[in-house]
T-cell receptor, first 111, second 112 residues
Framework: QKEVEQNSGPLSVPEGAIASLNCTYSDRGSQSFFWYRQYSGKSPELIMSIYSNGDKEDGRFTAQLNKASQYVSLLIRDSQPSDSATYLCAVMGNYGQNFVFGPGTRLSVLP | EAQVTQNPRYLITVTGKKLTVTCSQNMNHEYMSWYRQDPGLGLRQIYYSMNVEVTDKGDVPEGYKVSRKEKRNFPLILESPSPNQTSLYFC???????????FGPGTRLTVL
């Protein structure tokens, strides 16, 4: 059974700070990694995808992937109250066809 | 507008009464899937489809059926719903299996 783990939070950071969200996965063959944001009662929306080791930056968001450590993270710079949401890590394996989501980390950005 | 649509958005039904939740995408995506989301359990994949007439079980397929007769549609069928299928259901699609998925707005199902 493939597993994806995240700290459930809540993670509280002050406005303007850097929020760091972490995710570990059990399937060493995983190849595709995604971060989604989900507001309460809404559907998940994609923030970032990452496929190769290293960093990928998009605006205030940076995804980091380390396949050797089976670890993927999301950094949010200059956090805003509107970033308050649950962040979901999703992983797809190389041989499997199904996506596995982590339980999500609830982020609260305090004004 | 590129989107994934689901119907109905809300449904209250009784145990054993067959129901279908429709899902449609207008992006010509090959990969489609269904998830259920429950408090404390996160998003769990029910079924997925790689293309027309190709479907496979996800992590929690028991009590559900799907079909993929057309590329754009991927209905979820509950032949005999039970209260433990009360949940928030999401349909999603992507260009291919390794690509980012786009989610529909969700269907909140209550089975009494």
């Amino acid at each position: 059974q493939k597993e994806v783990e995240q700290n459930s939070g809540p993670l509280s950071v002050p406005e303007g700070a850097i929020a760091s969200l972490n995710c570990t996965y059990s399937d060493r063959g995983s190849q595709s990694f995604f971060w989604y944001r989900q507001y309460s009662g809404k559907s998940p929306e994609l923030i970032m995808s990452i496929y190769s080791n290293g960093d990928k930056e998009d605006g205030r968001f940076t995804a980091q992937l380390n396949k050797a450590s089976q670890y993927v993270s999301l950094l949010i710079r200059d956090s805003q109250p509107s970033d308050s949401a649950t962040y979901l890590c999703a992983v797809m394996g190389n041989y499997g066809q199904n996506f596995v989501f982590g339980p999500g980390t609830r982020l609260s950005v305090l004004p | 507008e590129a989107q994934v649509t689901q119907n109905p958005r809300y449904l209250i039904t009784v145990t054993g009464k067959k129901l279908t939740v429709t899902c449609s995408q207008n992006m010509n995506h090959e990969y489609m899937s269904w998830y259920r989301q429950d408090p404390g359990l996160g998003l769990r994949q029910i079924y997925y489809s790689m293309n027309v007439e190709v479907t496979d079980k996800g992590d929690v397929p028991e009590g559900y059926k799907v079909s993929r007769k057309e590329k754009r549609n991927f209905p979820l069928i509950l032949e005999s719903p039970s209260p433990n299928q009360t949940s928030l259901y999401f349909c999603a699609s992507s260009l291919g299996r390794g690509n980012e998925q786009f989610f529909g707005p969700g269907t909140r199902l209550t089975v009494l």
